[in-house]
């Protein structure tokens, strides 16, 4: 189907309608949102391994961008804690982190995850949400928040805790265990307990003194940044920098600017190096992206276009990578405030992305005395909606081998990592759907009496007829599973001998490739010469289509039926005993 540009550009579509009403329904949302985002922004670009500035323009001009290409209305691109520990495990493997090097790496990974998403969309190619089953995605995703974890404990702990993986975070913290620096670790415990005291108690806590409802949602959404503030008061207050507290350090003021002598200075070996983990990020942000708009749009009865939303965000990436910033994504807890706040039309993105570009203008002096144990806390407290164990036990109990597939993932990436996690979090689930595809659900089905229902003859009392074998196929036949039919009829009709004909139900067939088109004639051949005639019965329209551009229905020793029903019925006035069996 041809791609227009409101295709690409949704805003053509919702813009020449926005009206007042809107407006004042996005700026409020807008305003609670910078709230949140101006503290995550710096801390997210801090784990990523970037200077803290990066994290604010990562939020300006993607989210321009995605507002101009999307089709959610409430969802919004910006640093996110996975997407930056994937960023700095991706670049770190082949670049030293801290250096000019790393940042023109980090943004170089950004533009090849935005390229490879806008290509992926233009090509339609959304069915790639598909690639990475749920259980596979929770392991992936509660691996990753322990290493999150794991890489921030160095700043409150004032240590340098090496954290690449499990095995080397232990032993590094055994090594540096007595050096704790005790005020850096003082500050970080109390940030982190003012971060939760405020999530859990201050709204309640507000509501009961009279303070009205939204004025205190307003408060619990920004007691981030109030907590920030904080210390970066007491910081400055007391000079706890001359007492050996770390802190950001100058940020530069001013906006976003493009940065393409430093991206094209990267060696062609290090842009190699990446291309599989940008793919990789690529798929990751599309997937979480899509469950986290897809699910809002249920509630808020809206429709998404997926394959917009992959553009959207390749040009949110691509965006942040040539104005020097890192990966971005989608984000839950931010799409959520959105939400509740009222945001009506990703308008809401773009007047975002202005009060963060006063902040950068005019706000970032003051931000030079902020902790870094303060700015880790706040990363270790969102990590709750990532680690993910309550899901490890109901899948054992309901399908082992989605289980084998999320312990394997959670483990490799926790011992190894991430790339290497996630690479083999998408083989297993291609290789859990292969397996299962390779050996579908095949039932000997017989007639429920004084019905024209056909159930399996192991679940439930039903009829049969001794000459005829009535065989239901619970899957497309394809490659994978084309040689296991092969058997399946080959064992079922060794233990039938009267057996003078196999009626194939195809109620579940929705494709038939050219590999399952050759076993069938195999089977065809092979009943032929067994003197046993083979009928297909519930065959899809498309699926008729395609026999019928080959011989194989010209050849077909039996017929096609419409119903099963009509098989059974057709070929029971061919029985030398009529008397259906039990």
Known sequence: MQQ????????????????????????????????LLIPQSLAYAVLAGMPPVTGLYASIVPMVIYALMCSSTVLGPGPSALRSIMSLAAVGAVVGAGTTEFVAASAVLAVMVGLALLVMGGLRMG?????LSQPVLSGFITASGLLIAMSQLRHVLGTPVASDNLPTFLRSA??????????????????????WAGRRW??????????????????????????????????AT??????????????????????????????????????????LIAVMTFIEQISIAQGMAARRRERIDVNAEMRAMGGANLAAGLTGAFAVGASFSRTSVVAESGGRTPAAGLITAVLLSLTALFLTPWLHQLPMAALAATILISLGSLIDFRSFAPNWRYARADFAAQALTFSVTLLSDLVTGLTVGVIASLTLHIWRSSRPHIAVVGNVAGTEHYRNVLRHEVLTQPHVLGLRVDES????????????????????PDVRHVVLQCTAVNDIDASALESLRNIHQRLQDAGVQLHLSEVKGPVMDRLRRSDFLDRLSGRVFLTHHQAIQALDQLAPDPAAQI
Request: glycine share 8%.
């Open 238 to 279: 007391l000079d706890w920098q001359a007492q050996g507290l770390a802190v950001v350090g100058d940020i530069p003021q001013g906006l976003p600017s493009l940065v393409l002598a430093p991206l094209l200075g990267v060696p062609s070996s290090t842009v190699q190096a990446l291309v599989v983990p940008a793919l």
């Open 127 to 131: 069915f790639m949400a598909s690639f």
């Open 174 to 195: 055994g090594q540096h265990l007595g050096q704790v620096h005790g005020l850096t670790l003082a500050v970080g415990l109390g940030a982190l307990a003012l971060l």
């Open 477 to 496: 036949l394809f490659f994978a599973n084309a040689r296991y039919l092969e058997d399946r009829v080959a064992a079922e009709l060794a233990s039938r």
């Open 202 to 235: 201050l709204k309640p806590v507000l509501r009961r003194l009279g303070v009205p409802a939204m004025a205190a949602d307003l408060a619990a959404k920004a007691s981030p940044l109030l907590v920030l503030l904080l210390s970066i008061g007491l910081a």
């Open 4 to 35: 227009t540009l409101t295709d690409w550009f949704p805003i053509l579509r919702w813009g020449p309608a926005y009206e007042r009403p809107q407006f004042a329904a996005d700026l409020t949302a807008s305003a609670v949102v910078t709230l």
